[in-house]
Each structure stands twice: as structure tokens, then as C-alpha cells.
């Protein structure tokens, strides 16, 4: 018994400790490492669901302007300018005495009115206090992609909604790029990779005109490829739609063309 006691204390040497509270702190460290992980994860999510119900609130928005359009009723001029004969008068050789006639006051001619400047933008102000500037409604039909686009790209803007990465102004002449997400919910983009050719993509400009685009291809880029972009469209309206593909490392680019009716 005392042999095998003895044999026991001969194996834990300071080395073996060494190495015992290192792997301890290694494990900590790895217990430490995926709650983090974890956390970032949960907060990830919540920061994406955050991003897409302000999108959602911000569509809302968008069609409640349509709304408001449609209901508003064409206001009509019915004033009705009095104007005065002009009176010639002659003097002639009378010892009758001339009647005094009434001095007309020419009123001014109305300035010409100016006319509106259609509407390109909207801005809303969402729950969570940040103004955003909504330029069009971009639907899908048989994906159930429907987002609003948003007038400029950024980090944070794309957790909100599509973003217009370059080009004219909605359903004008010209290239209409835009960028979103691929998210596995298949929010914002996550779906298009399941888009064919000849599905119809709609554009709703903030003039509530909606124009219907036919896809005509689809293929993938690398990110530092930007010839999708160009703007020669020989006078014709085009949409692209730009999202990432293959873990990020690459871009999935599907171009439609105007309908023609």
C-alpha cells in the first residue's frame, strides 16, 4: 500500500500540475469563447429582426402615402375674373354736360402658377426616431419579395430595407441598381436565388406609377465587378438586383427589363 502511495506522488510532478492548470484555463477560456459567441449570435438576430420590422413599419408608411394620393380629389379653379369693357371716349363740341364716367381699376393679371415638381423621395421618421428616405416598393410576386428601397446604401440601411446603389431615379431611363441582404429567413434578398428568367419583378415609384420588369439573366460576379452597373441601356428601362452569393465571398446579379405593353 505504502509502495503504491508513493508510486502515486512520484507521478505528479510540478510539470503535470503546470500543465493541469493550464488546460483549466483553457477550458474556461473556451466555455468563455462560445458564450460569447452565443451572445453575439442572439444579439445578431435581434439586431436583423429590429432592422427588418422598421422596414416592414417603413412599407406601411410607403403604401399609406398611396393612399393618401388616391383619396386626395383634383382641386379645381372655379374663381372667375370680372373684366370691365374697355370704353372709348370721344369728345365732341356739346354744351350738354358729359357724364362722368366711373374710373375702371385694372386689376393685376395673376402670376402664372408654377407647376409642382413631381415627387421622387419620401421621408419618414420610424418608431425608433431616425428619418429614412423611401424611393420606391420593389415586389416580386412569386418569391413574396416585398421592400421598400431606400435612396442610399449603407451599413446600417441595409439591415432596413433595400438599398439604391446606383443609377437614374425610379422607373426613369436608364439602370436601377439595387443592393439588399441574403438572409437565411429569406428576408430582404434571401429568396432571389430562386428567381427565373421571365418572372416578373414591379417597381413602385414614390409617384405611386408602377412600372413590371421581365428578368432577362442572372449570373455571379466577384464583388470588384462592376459592369452590371453601367448605364447604357440604349433608352431603355432596366432593373438590376445585387445580393451576396457563396458565404459572401461572391455577388448574384439578376437583370429585368420594362415590360413593354
Known amino acids: 500500500m505504502n509502495q503504491i502511495l508513493v508510486t502515486q506522488k512520484l507521478y ?9 492548470k493550464l488546460y483549466r484555463i483553457e477550458f474556461f477560456i473556451s466555455v468563455f469563447l462560445v458564450c460569447l459567441l452565443c ?3 442572439v444579439y445578431a438576430e435581434y439586431d436583423r429582426s429590429a432592422g427588418v420590422e422598421i422596414g416592414d413599419e ?18 379645381v379653379d372655379t374663381t372667375v375674373r370680372d373684366v370691365a369693357d374697355d370704353v372709348i371716349i370721344v369728345a365732341i363740341d356739346s354744351e350738354e354736360p358729359v357724364a362722368e364716367i366711373p374710373q375702371v381699376v385694372q386689376e393685376p393679371e395673376p402670376e402664372p402658377v408654377q407647376e409642382e415638381t413631381p415627387t421622387t423621395t419620401y421621408t419618414y421618421k420610424a418608431s425608433n426616431g431616425v428619418p429614412y428616405t423611401v424611393e420606391a416598393e420593389l415586389n416580386i410576386p412569386r418569391l413574396g419579395i416585398n421592400h421598400i428601397v431606400l435612396s442610399d446604401t449603407s451599413e446600417e440601411l441595409l439591415k432596413i430595407g433595400l438599398n439604391k446603389y446606383w443609377g437614374p431615379k425610379p422607373n426613369e431611363i436608364g439602370n436601377y441598381c439595387i443592393v439588399g441582404h441574403n438572409y437565411k429567413s429569406g428576408k430582404m434578398f434571401g429568396k432571389l436565388n430562386q428567381i427565373q428568367q421571365g418572372d416578373i419583378v414591379e417597381l413602385k415609384d414614390a409617384n405611386q406609377n408602377t412600372v413590371r420588369y421581365s428578368v432577362t439573366d442572372r449570373y455571379v460576379v466577384e464583388p470588384t465587378d462592376v459592369r452590371c452597373t453601367s448605364q447604357l441601356t440604349n433608352g431603355t428601362r432596366e432593373i438590376t438586383l445585387i445580393t451576396c452569393t457563396n458565404y459572401g465571398q461572391q455577388r448574384l446579379v439578376v437583370k429585368a427589363k420594362e415590360v413593354k405593353n
Open 58 to 75: 417603413l412599407l406601411q408608411g410607403f403604401r399609406v402615402q398611396e393612399t393618401v394620393a388616391n383619396a386626395t380629389e383634383e382641386i
Open 39 to 41: 451572445s453575439y449570435y
Open 12 to 20: 505528479v510532478t510540478p510539470e503535470l500540475r503546470r500543465k493541469k
